[in-house]
């Protein structure tokens, strides 16, 4: 894919700058920092659902606390739309 940005002068001149320091051309440091920054996304979402898959995990294999569940119905029977009035 290519694609061009306007960059700030600030920002051209810091982002040469990196490059130069890290001897590539502006081009490819532009490149490798968008990949880094997708990579960084994607490795949070990952740890983000790992965290609501063990939060899910717990849920299902841990017993209810007795005192938060008191009052609540033991189950719970699914809604039809004949019983539901619209007004």
Known sequence: ???SIE???EAE???RAEAAREGLPPEEFARTAIEEKLAAVAAAQVERNQGLIELLRQWREEPPDPEEAEGYP???SPLSLREVSVE
Request: glycine share 0%.
């Open 1 to 3: 894919m290519s694609l």
């Open 7 to 9: 960059l700030s002068p």
């Open 13 to 15: 001149h810091q982002s």
């Open 74 to 76: 033991s189950s719970i």
